[in-house]
């Protein structure tokens, strides 16, 4: 499997070159500009504007990530069923095309819902929040099947040692979609700032997000044109007679220790980064004042500083310290940067929010450059899917955690904290917002030390025996 690189390619075993790289970011470009709309614009809406309960903003968007152990039958299937001789290229466009479509679908569901609650129609309300939170597992569900080949396609493309500055480059392309869908929401729903009449928002939000689900469809067609050739382009060129069952799925996944300690970290690690995410944009609005094209910003601020903590991991620290070491700077600096998004709600003061926003960014994209790196190295070649949808997994299921506690956090925190602490200095709607903070940066705390347990030569050890005497099983 070993290839000569040519000048302009990253080394990987089929001459994946920069261009096709930056090509492949592309999707994650697109993924990015999505996200920031539906659990930045749509959340900051649904919570401010139309007033949902924080439980419901926080569940309906924790159904995107229930339903995220599909993602290992996603990963499992990618590796045994081709379409038109493609294992992997097929079901990334495909589920983007459906998670666009279910996007658009989704801003007359919500204002229905509203418009249930502004008028006290229990039925209604209980009726369309179910059916919300059904739309979004469905979002989740479309999600899972083109991001898990994607990942998968990734660890076919490249080596192990070309791998950091290839996650770098492709997570900066997910950070640009970031901050161009901040810049994109604050441009084209600015004539909207200040508005409430669900009259007046409704159709510009659909606008909206009809534009950015044909941009969207458009580019990843492009990004994954010529991608995978016919045949696959799976490691280890295994036949479709050698790929494993489920049940034998199972067996590589639990052979190591190793991958329950991997699996709790990323959970606790992805809780801590994203258990503020459900809340940021209300937090902007309702501590700080900002709105709505203003707090949809801070998304665009910390994206800016998670490109440069990418960056400057996948070039210069990871190489240099090593993956696990980086992996345990990023998440020190996480819980720091957490720390001191904490205290900026105590000022009020928005130049002080943009500022930590950009720092937490920078800690994160550290983490996680470090954290993707790592993870992809806990990762079969020969099973590549199987292994990404089960690390897709921990992932998914720890965002759905952080956005149903996110949302339930901040009421519980309404209810039992007073305003201002019944102090005259601190902003009146801090403290509910602090208590979530306060947790996280414990969440945060708690992953770094659990960080200390990985161990990656044991989990290679485990699995390359089990994998040997599932595949001799198979050609039995």
């Given amino acids: 499997r070993t290839v000569a690189p040519s000048r302009d390619s990253l080394a990987s075993p089929s001459g994946l070159s920069l261009l096709q790289v930056l090509r492949l970011g592309l999707f994650q470009g697109c993924l990015g500009t999505m996200a920031v709309v539906f659990a930045g614009l749509l959340n900051r809406i649904m919570l401010t504007e139309l007033a949902f309960?924080?439980?419901?903003v926080g569940g309906a968007l924790a159904f995107e990530q229930l339903v995220a152990p599909s993602r290992v039958l996603f990963g499992q299937v990618s590796d045994a069923r081709p379409f038109q001789g493609r294992y992997r290229v097929p079901y990334v466009v495909t589920g983007s095309i459906l998670y666009c479509l279910i996007a658009v679908l989704s801003i007359p569901l919500i204002f229905f819902v509203g418009n249930a609650i502004a008028t006290d129609n229990s039925r209604a309300f209980w009726g369309g929040a179910t059916a919300l939170c059904g739309l979004f597992a469905l979002f989740g569900l479309a999600v899972a099947m083109a991001t898990t080949p994607y990942l998968a396609l990734v660890i076919d493309r490249t080596t192990e040692q070309e791998r950091p500055r290839a996650v770098g480059i492709i997570w900066c392309m997910l950070t640009v979609g970031i901050i161009v869908?901040?810049?994109?929401i604050s441009?084209?729903?600015?004539?909207?700032d200040g508005v409430t009449d669900p009259a007046v928002l409704q159709p510009a939000l659909q606008r909206f997000m009809i534009q950015l689900a044909v941009v969207v469809v458009a580019l990843t067609i492009v990004a994954?044109?010529?991608?995978e050739p016919r045949g696959g382009s799976r490691s280890g060129n295994r036949t479709p007679e050698q790929v494993m069952t489920l049940p034998r799925t199972w067996a590589l996944l639990t052979s190591s220790r190793q991958t329950l300690v991997f699996f709790g970290f990323l959970v606790l690690f992805a809780l801590g980064v994203f258990l503020?995410?459900?809340?940021?944009?209300?937090?902007?609005?309702?501590?700080?004042?900002?709105?709505i094209s203003k707090s949809?910003?801070?998304?665009?601020?910390?994206?800016?500083?998670?490109?440069?903590?990418?960056?400057?991991?996948?070039?210069?620290i990871t190489p240099r310290l090593g993956k696990m070491a980086s992996s345990r700077l990023g998440c020190q600096l996480t819980t720091v940067s957490l720390a001191l998004l904490f205290l900026a709600g105590c000022t009020g003061q928005v130049t002080v929010l943009q500022v930590v926003m950009v720092l937490f960014g920078l800690a994160a994209g550290i983490a996680t450059n470090a954290t993707l790196s790592l993870m992809l190295d806990l990762t079969l070649p020969e099973a590549a899917g199987t292994f990404v949808g089960a690390w897709a997994l921990a992932q998914a299921l720890s965002r759905a955690l952080g956005k149903l506690m996110g949302g339930g956090l901040l009421d519980l925190g309404h209810v039992l904290i007073p305003d201002g602490l019944g102090t005259n200095w601190l902003p009146p709607a801090f403290p509910a917002y602090g208590f979530?903070?306060?947790?996280?940066?414990?969440?945060?705390?708690?992953?770094?030390w659990s960080l200390g347990a990985v161990r990656v030569h044991q989990f290679r050890g485990d699995t390359a025996d089990t994998l040997a005497k599932v595949l001799a099983l198979e050609l039995d």
């Avoid at 869908?181 to 994109?184: D, F």
């Fill in 224 to 227: 994954c044109w010529g991608m």
């Fill in 276 to 291: 503020q995410d459900p809340i940021l944009e209300s937090y902007g609005a309702d501590v700080f004042g900002l709105p």
């Fill in 187 to 192: 441009i084209t729903l600015g004539s909207v």
């Fill in 436 to 448: 979530v903070l306060f947790i996280e940066v414990l969440v945060m705390a708690a992953a770094t």
């Fill in 181 to 184: 869908g901040a810049i994109c």
């Fill in 296 to 316: 949809t910003i801070l998304n665009a601020l910390w994206g800016t500083g998670t490109l440069l903590g990418l960056l400057l991991a996948g070039f210069l």
């Fill in 53 to 56: 309960p924080g439980l419901l």
